[in-house]
């Protein structure tokens, strides 16, 4: 994603947060607490933005639950234990495949939090776009394809047959408040020979509202 983003500003000017595998699961295994160890990867990352370019606001460019973590974080409220002054460091937030409705319960201690703290003035400080692709359509009765997208999109909200990103149902990815924006063709899983949101073709389909 890195390298299509450098197509349209400067490489030097973007910075991936270093967010390991270890960070999502924890050693021994803790997933209750992914979302504190990425916000401190993020405010980390942050922080070196803010002594490169000194006054200058970041936008945050997010991927899946990683969209999530990103509001919990700029929501500056304590989450388990955690919270972080965002200050003006930070203006607009881009999510790209985030479920913000979702039923899997690692998923809603970060969604519950974000539905309990969010108000409408948090979108003055901070707008936020949230990204999705309808490419896949669930049907249980389907193709191969429909049949496991349709057992995807279950898992995340309990409705199987609707249109989504091949993992996400998009009706998940609407919030109110957000800049809900549907993109036609973009597949979730950022893996090889897939046109995820981070390829050239993808990046293309939401780099207007960067």
Request: glycine content about 10%; overall charge neutral.
């Amino acid at each position: 994603m890195k390298k299509e983003l450098s197509g349209y500003l400067p490489a030097a000017r973007i910075a991936v947060a270093p967010v390991s595998l270890a960070d999502w699961i924890g050693f021994p295994p803790s997933p209750e607490r992914s979302t504190n160890r990425v916000m401190k990867v993020i405010d980390q990352s942050l922080a070196e933005l803010e002594g490169k370019f000194p006054g200058e606001k970041v936008t945050i460019v997010a991927h899946s639950g990683g969209g999530t973590v990103a509001m919990v974080y700029l929501l500056e409220h304590p989450f388990q234990g955690d919270r972080y002054a965002v200050g003006g460091r930070v203006g607009k937030l881009i999510t790209l495949g985030t479920p913000f409705h979702t039923s899997e319960h690692y998923a809603r201690l970060k969604t519950d939090f974000i539905d309990r703290h969010l108000t409408p003035e948090f979108f003055v400080r901070h707008p936020v776009i949230s990204v999705v692709s309808n490419k896949y359509r669930g049907d249980i009765q389907g193709s191969l394809v429909e049949k496991m997208c349709h057992q995807f999109y279950r898992s995340v909200n309990g409705k199987g047959d609707t249109d989504g990103d091949g993992i996400v149902p998009a009706e998940s990815c609407f919030l109110e408040g957000a800049e809900n924006v549907i993109v036609p063709d973009a597949e979730h899983l950022p893996t090889p020979h897939t046109r995820w949101y981070g390829t050239k073709e993808g990046v293309r389909q939401w780099i207007e509202w960067l």
